[in-house]
């Protein structure tokens, strides 16, 4: 009689996916407020970001929304009210960290301005996360794991590279800036990769906010003999392993939440295509 399935057992993948999948879909924050800038839907504001913001100008607190920039276009006067507006969360120690990086603020794929990173969360504002899984010719996994001082997640296991898409910055070349900054990998060695492709949205509670964020993917073989090397600090350590070590990471929650869904996807899809066994 069987014992209980391998770590890479086809359904144990998928359980393990179904479970991860579901923990990423939760409703927003208690007392969060649908968000609207320039008048359109965006994201979901913290009660706390709301108690920051209310004594802003151009800003009003509603019993059922927080309206940034009501009657405004994208544009200059925009962006100085987005960037009023992070600050103000900044003063108020609604932000975990700040990163003097903008993304992207936009309302079903219209974009509306820019935006201080660190804030997304606090406002429930869609990211897109580039992530790139990499794999050695004789079917092992590259994975990074991140550095102590990272704010989120840290220490813990990751794709080789994964990181945020910038203000308005092509998907593509955002991943190739990734691979660059934290595996030390050039476009030669991507040449085989797969396009980004989205897997899924994520809508999860956390500490500072609501993260909701489109999860996107390529996938390659990297040459035989490469060493990707990380070159921005972000990396504590890369390494390889076989497919059921991988698992059985993921299952003991040793990997972040999205890179845990981005393998189990590929190996699943690679399998469906007769390139793994």
């Not at 800038?37 to 009660?47: E, F, L, P, Q, S």
Request: glycine share 8%; hydrophobic share 40%.
């Amino acid at each position: 009689m069987p014992n209980k399935l391998s770590h890479d057992d086809p359904a144990r993948l998928a359980a393990l996916y179904t479970q991860l999948a579901q923990r990423v879909q939760e409703h927003p924050p208690e007392l969060a407020l649908p968000l609207y800038v320039a008048d359109r839907c965006c994201g979901w504001a913290t009660h706390a970001a709301c108690d920051a913001l209310g004594r802003l100008p151009q800003v009003q607190v509603q019993p059922d929304a927080l309206r940034i920039g009501t009657g405004l276009a994208a544009g200059p006067q925009l962006d100085a009210l987005l960037a009023s507006v992070a600050q103000a969360l900044r003063d108020a120690d609604c932000l975990r960290g700040w990163r003097d990086e903008l993304l992207d603020v936009t309302a079903a794929d219209d974009y509306l301005g820019a935006i201080e990173r660190a804030a997304m969360r606090p406002l429930g504002l869609l990211t897109r996360a580039v992530h790139l899984n990499a794999w050695t010719p004789d079917g092992r996994l590259w994975i990074a794991r991140r550095a102590l001082s990272k704010s989120t997640d840290p220490g813990m296991w990751d794709t080789l590279v994964g990181g945020l898409a910038g203000s308005r910055e092509d998907l593509e070349q955002a991943l190739l800036r990734e691979c660059a900054e934290e595996a030390g990998l050039e476009p030669a060695q991507l040449a085989g990769r797969s396009p980004l492709r989205t897997i899924l949205r994520m809508h999860r509670r956390l500490p500072e906010g609501y993260q909701v964020e489109d999860l996107l993917t390529s996938t390659c073989v990297l040459p035989a003999g490469a060493q990707p090397a990380n070159r921005d600090g972000e990396v504590m350590e890369i390494a390889h392993v076989p497919i059921g070590e991988a698992v059985r990471r993921i299952g003991e929650g040793e990997f972040t939440v999205e890179a845990a869904l981005v393998i189990l996807e590929d190996i699943t899809q690679r399998r469906a295509r007769g390139e793994i066994r």
